[in-house]
């Protein structure tokens, strides 16, 4: 069975992510100069290959200025309640 990184919950949450950024009129790049990570890592969060997280998630929010309590309402709300890990 494959990992919670690539279950379609996290592919959700992911995706949401991605969005926000998105929104916030953020390339990939800019986003990471503002964590002070190199690229990559925001790459590799957004395809799946790597796992973010609680406090990576809240930080990432912070630097998009994206209030991470409304998209963590956005993933309770998309994650069924029999989800499994």
Known sequence: MAGTAHSPEYRRFVDRLVTARKEA????????????KPPSFVAKYELSERRLD???FVIL????????QNLFDALLYDLPDDARI
């Open 61 to 68: 929010c912070r630097a998009m200025e994206v209030d991470p």
């Open 25 to 36: 009129g953020l390339s990939q790049a800019r986003l990471a100069a503002r964590l002070g």
């Open 54 to 56: 609680v406090l990576e």
